[in-house]
């Protein structure tokens, strides 16, 4: 075993082989040249878009001096989910391929022109080589890095499908009257068209008479799969398509037949269905998941883009590595800490996993973990940030809609389940060091923690700042987003301009504008820039100034510290370090533009940082935004059909209406489902297909609920045989990708008994009542001062998951202070589940007619007593009493 360092080009290559190993799970090309340029000038645009609506809202309008303030358009709902879904489905069609050759179709193709090859010659064979270089020329990407003519065609389309929706929203709210089939016709829209359109009519294809509305939803649609298909895969592709044709043929099961006759529905035309699907806000590929999009996930997925962008993520991972780095097991320790710190950044699991992997998993093998156990730690870690608050994933801000839930107690319930999940992957990453001896890196090889915060300390203020404005003032998660990346995009211009030289002039300059500002509120009731403009007000006190002038604070300082850095670009920003990609971003800007002189120039590399996290974000948002666009074609077929009623008559009578069978369903469903698509997508299907049923069974919060689905979607991350993020984790580990998986699932059981726990103790998520928001609430001080309540709902329930999780570590790593037995680990799992979720029990409850609560406290009471007699056993043996004594390096773990 060594614990050196890593060399000098081993460390410069760890994050290369991560940017590899990502555009090869995702799919993704690698740009150059003007398609490089074009995806970059797209996402900035997205983004700029998504930041002016999280300021200004669907109004677009600019404050011109003198002239005053212009409205430039006032946008619906439904124009600002279709340019939401334009760029996305742009930036998808530039940055995924449509074909690399190696698809089932192609792989058909292929196989039909050799078997040509072999039977003719002549003629044939030249027609068939013409068609397939023609096919090749047209769509075959087979490196990854040329835009292709079927690229250029679909996002040519895209701005006809999107812009339709933009431009004639006017004729759109008529045809919701009259229907799609009342529409003009294309020639009408395009008169250039009209010779084209009477060719075809004379065909026999009605193209003339057919509605342009109708077209350009039916070419929307089919783009939202094609997108789906390159950016998530064929799999879900089909799944999606295959409710399009349950919507148009479903008509045909009769409802006599038995088991299926539960799926039969009325019979409705293309018209309607194209018209439910992409001119409709309630369902659809413009309803409520892609109306989340634009509202929430965009901006923290853009807030993290930001974050890291700044240099956060390399500093997390170093800090965690400073906290834990030298004690027993340390790098794996370091591993969940990093993880958890980026989770709250990127809040996807294969993103955490490569960003935080390419660094602890290489650190994890030297010091002596297995490949496939320092992978499975990464995986396993790197999945729970879509659990882990102040941000979460995508998912979350769903719930937020879905159960009409304040965001700010999304994350108060949360907070307890992340927790004891991270926990739970420490103590069996420290037994597991502590069985086979590994102990900690060598101290001199890890940075001061200290030193280290004081000179980072700046990193954490984002996201204090963001749980502030969700959780203190209770901004809309929007807002909280919006002003954190101000202050973000403010701090970073500050650090930047300030060094020895520049710090007094810049504090100075700062202090005096923001002075000037409180005077001009104080004087004239406007802004210091509206005084300058003619404008005037009603003068106000101090107390009101301050408050008016405070969220200007982070324009001022950008404003200045900008100034600074124009007046000074040559020099030096010692507390700043940007992320790798905006020193690439800026080498590549500085040769294309053929001024390498601009490197080292303070100002264009705060401008490349600027504009990298906007690119990055929009890049990351892409996946996330063809997600839920075709994820809501899934609620709109339900809705259009009337499947949801009844589905969830059928769902009842299969569970017997029992929670407990409800919930298992609900389990393996969303692990099944979940295997290979976003966590996003599984949310969206199981909530429109099972979540009425639960919603009827009652009984329990609809948040539980809500964050159980939520739950199982991200364990189908790391659950074999598609793992995703564990085969991500395993390309760095060189590791059997399959064993990676089992490893990583069974690091993270708790993670599949824990929503067990909260749906039958609301108590962990900090909740108290039944049923919805109206019905139940976040704790608050009086509950917590009934003790009733408070000790046997909240508090048993707490310590026992805690406790439980313990349990499951044994469970899993065969060890505590020495070797187990089979019998003493599945003595600890009895006791794990025992203390955890004793409502799995609730048939033996109810025989024995025994009040739940009573119940619970007795079960949880008879694993806890077991759970401390097989540790004390355990104990024991390691003494050296009753059993064998273990070796000396591995005697007894200490305290984790």
């Not at 998660?477 to 650090?495: D, E, G, N």
């Not at 029992?658 to 599984?682: D, F, K, R």
């Not at 659950?719 to 395993?730: D, E, I, L, Q, R």
């Not at 001080?781 to 998951?801: H, R």
């Amino acid at each position: 075993m060594s614990d050196r360092p890593p060399t000098e080009a081993e460390s410069d290559a760890l994050p290369e082989e991560a940017d590899e190993i990502v555009q090869e799970l995702e799919r993704k090309r690698s740009l150059r040249g003007w398609a490089a340029a074009a995806a970059a000038v797209i996402g900035v645009a997205f983004s700029v878009f998504q930041l002016w609506l999280a300021a200004r809202g669907f109004s677009l309008t600019l404050s011109l001096p003198v002239v005053g303030r212009v409205q430039v358009a006032a946008l619906q709902q439904l124009q600002v989910n279709a340019i939401h879904v334009t760029f996305a489905l742009l930036l998808a069609f530039l940055l995924f391929p449509p074909t690399q050759g190696e698809g089932f179709l192609a792989r058909r193709l292929s196989a039909a022109r050799a078997a040509i090859h072999d039977r003719f010659d002549g003629a044939v064979v030249r027609v068939t080589d013409a068609v397939a270089a023609v096919l090749a020329w047209f769509m075959l990407d087979d490196d990854g890095e040329r835009v292709t003519p079927a690229d250029l065609v679909c996002m040519a389309l895209s701005v006809l499908a999107g812009g339709y929706v933009v431009t004639e929203f006017d004729e759109i709210q008529r045809l919701r009257v009259f229907g799609l089939e009342s529409g003009r016709p294309i020639q009408e829209v395009f008169p250039v068209l009209h010779g084209v359109v009477d060719v075809v009519a004379a065909l026999g294809i009605p193209l003339d008479a057919t509605s342009y509305a109708f077209l350009a939803g039916v070419a929307g649609t089919l783009l939202v799969l094609e997108a789906t298909r390159r950016a998530l895969g064929f799999p879900l592709m089909v799944l999606v398509g295959s409710f399009l044709v349950y919507a148009r043929f479903g008509y045909l099961i009769p409802s006599s037949a038995p088991l299926v006759g539960v799926f039969g529905t009325t019979q409705i035309d293309w018209y309607t269905i194209v018209q439910n699907l992409w001119f409709n806000t309630e369902n659809g590929i413009f309803g409520l998941p892609v109306s989340v999009s634009v509202q929430y996930i965009y901006i923290f997925v853009l807030f993290g883009a930001f974050l890291e962008m700044s240099g956060a993520g390399r500093w997390f991972i170093d800090f965690a590595y400073s906290l834990t780095g030298s004690r027993k097991g340390g790098p794996a320790k370091a591993s969940i800490l990093a993880s958890g710190f980026m989770g709250t950044i990127s809040g996807s699991s294969i993103a955490n996993t490569v960003t935080t992997g390419a660094f602890t998993i290489p650190l994890m093998k030297r010091s002596g973990y297995r490949s496939e156990f320092a992978g499975a730690v990464e995986a396993s870690a790197s999945s729970g940030g879509q659990i882990l608050p102040p941000v979460m994933g995508a998912a979350a801000f769903l719930i937020v809609s879905y159960t009409g839930t304040p965001f700010n107690e999304v994350v108060v319930a949360a907070a307890i389940p992340a927790v004891v999940f991270f926990f739970g992957v420490w103590v069996m990453v420290h037994l597991e060091a502590s069985r086979t001896g590994i102990g900690g890196v060598d101290p001199s090889e890890l940075v001061d923690a200290i030193p280290h915060l004081r000179r980072g300390w700046f990193y954490l203020l984002p996201l204090i700042l963001l749980l502030v404005y969700l959780v203190g003032i209770r901004y809309t998660p929007a807002r909280s987003a919006w002003f954190t990346i101000v202050a973000l995009i403010a701090l970073i211009a500050l650090l930047a301009a300030y060094n020895e030289r520049t710090r007094l002039p810049l504090i100075g300059a700062i202090s005096a504008l923001f002075l000037a500002e409180m005077a001009s509120f104080a004087a004239t009731g406007v802004s210091l820039l509206g005084f300058l403009t003619g404008a005037s007000g009603t003068p106000m006190g101090l107390r009101a100034a301050f408050d008016y002038a405070a969220p200007n604070l982070g324009w001022i300082v950008t404003l200045v510290s900008v100034a600074v850095l124009l007046v000074r670009p040559r020099g030096d920003s010692p507390l700043l370090d940007y992320d790798d990609h905006v020193a690439e971003s800026a080498e590549t800007v500085a040769e294309t533009v053929g001024r390498p002189g601009l490197l080292g120039n303070r100002p264009f590399e705060y401008a490349t940082f600027l504009g990298s996290a906007m690119d990055s974000g929009a890049r990351t948002a892409t996946t996330v935004v063809v997600a839920v666009a075709a994820a809501g074609i899934i609620p709109g077929v339900v809705s259009s059909t009337g499947l949801g009623p009844n589905l969830t008559s059928l769902i009842l009578a299969v569970s017997g209406e029992s929670l407990v069978l409800l919930l298992i369903i609900t389990a393996i469903s969303s692990i099944i489902l979940g295997m290979g698509m976003p966590t996003t997508v599984t949310y969206i299907i199981l909530v429109s297909l099972l979540g009425p049923a639960i919603s009827q069974i009652g009984g329990i919060p609809i948040l539980a609920a809500h964050l159980f689905i939520l739950y199982f979607g991200v364990i189908a991350d790391i659950t074999p045989p598609v793992a995703v993020a564990a085969y991500a984790a395993s390309g760095i580990a060189k590791s059997d990708q399959f064993q990676t998986g089992v490893e990583a699932f069974t690091l993270s059981l708790n993670k599949a008994i824990v929503p067990f726990a909260f749906v039958f103790a609301p108590g962990i998520l900090l909740l108290r009542g039944t049923g919805g928001p109206a019905t139940v609430n976040t704790l608050t001080t009086a509950d917590v001062l009934d003790v009733g309540f408070f000790v046997p709902e909240v508090l048993i329930p707490v310590v026992a998951v805690f406790l439980g999780v313990y349990a499951l570590g044994p469970t899993v790593i065969g060890y505590l202070y020495s070797p187990l037995s089979r019998a003493e680990r599945a003595g600890f799992a009895i006791a794990a589940l025992w203390l955890m979720a004793p409502g799995f029990f609730g048939v033996v409850r109810d025989t024995l007619g025994v009040p739940p609560l009573a119940f619970d406290l007795a079960v949880r009471a008879l694993g806890f007593v077991v759970f401390v007699a097989l540790l004390l056993k355990n104990r024991r043996t390691r003494d050296g009493a009753g059993g064998e004594s273990v070796d000396a390096g591995a005697a007894a773990p200490a305290d984790p």
